[in-house]
């Protein structure tokens, strides 16, 4: 039944798509990482994003937002980066530990050349995670650091007992060490991180996660900064710098790095200068986006492949740790805060990168949108005391259950679901299915403008009733949500969705993202 999608000529009033799923054939889990998170010191991601202080009049804990902690819980936040970014690589661990008001500054060359002060450092980072209930990922500084640097904070942070850094530690008020999951080997080291080749670049990521030990059962999974979007040459780089006499990656234990990581942003045109407005664009601009949204597929694709030949058995993970959209910011802001609004667009931008994400689940092990608050693609935007939830948050949530579950990949039989014009082409249908504990989510994006859609999915291998369906849109894609309107852009219940023998049928309506529970 697998075949070649078909593309009926374009112009007619519907999109179609058929596909076949397998509830019974287990593809690859869905990494619960591929739902997480990115937060730097840039602009009003950290400060007043997640930082407030103490003294602040907004509900806190220890200085933490409780509003933005509530939001991010209820999408169950798998896990976090931090301090960046361009950011993590000028930033010295030492100055953002001890007693606050004590913290030398520093200044923030990438982002603003604003004075940070250091009051948000390892210790509210570990707190926030805590309240989180995130996976801490550290970003460590390869381009202005040293490996000692590098080596004492993973010591501070991670042992016990009565080694120099743990002592420290203990000084600075936590007794206990943490845990720290993810580690990152410098950031962009192919720009912003020191404007390294990959030769030299791969030889240095050894040398670093060398010293960057496992202490007192904590695990590190070390993750080396990898390509600009589709530089697959620097992918190979560095696979072959970890295989054996070109042979094979025989096991991720005994590198020195178990993961690369690479960067995709969206834009609506290809000029650095005039990314194009968050809200008030055009059509033209609608479709150029979704036309680069879709390099993200190719993109995962091209670096699985060049791991494939390194790699067979896929013991290194890829990593998207930097996704998303990226426009002009609002006017009147501060231009290296990368401040922008989040439209019904960047929603649907999220859903296909989901069910892209899904589908490379055997190699793709994290991904990272840029960034949670009040940066780039966010999902929470704040407004003084209130939290404004994205378009985008609703994706992470209606997604939500796709975490940690089982893959079930959609095999397409025919497909009629294309836009075509002078602004390039692109596929406005996708979906993806996964189950987990008796259950299933199928995920539908229509990116289509104008065209409802209709997708039939034959669902075979076990039985299975639809359940509660939800739908993401609103009468333009330009909608968004402010502190005057929390709810222009929110999920509603949706009854478009119903079985028709053994098939699934969803009716999704233009510019919509939908999902359907189903119990097995
Ligand atoms: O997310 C903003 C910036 O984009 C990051 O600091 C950097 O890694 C990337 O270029």
Redesign the pocket.
Known sequence: MTTAPTTAPTGTTHGVLEGVVDLDVAGPTISRHLYGH?A?H?GRCIYEGFWVGEDSDLPNTEGIRDDVVAALKAIDIPNLRWP????ADEYHWMNGVGPREERPSMVNT?WGDVVEDNSFGSHEFMRLCELLGADPYVSGNVGSGTVAEMSDWVEYLTRSGDAPMSRLRREHGHDEPWKVPFWGIG??SW??GGNMTAEQYALLAAQFATYCRNHDGNELYRIAAGPNRDDYAWTETLMKSISTLGGPVTSRKHNSWQALSF?Y?THATDDWEHKGSATEFGDDHYHSTMVNAWRIDDIVRGHVRVMDAYDPEATIGLVCD?WGTWWDVEPGTNPGF?FQQNTLRDALVAGLHFDVFHASARRLVMANI??TVN??QAVVLTDGPTAVLTPTYHVFAMNARHQGATSHPVQVVAEDARHEDGTGSYRTLTTSVSSRDGSALVSLTNLDLQRPATVRLALRGRDWQVGAATLLTADRPQAHNTAEDLSAVAPAPFDGARREGDVLVVELPPHSFATVDLSL
């Open positions: 990115f730097e840039l960046g970014g361009c950011f990438h950031n962009e720009g912003c960067h942003y930097e990368l840029a960034q940066v780039l």
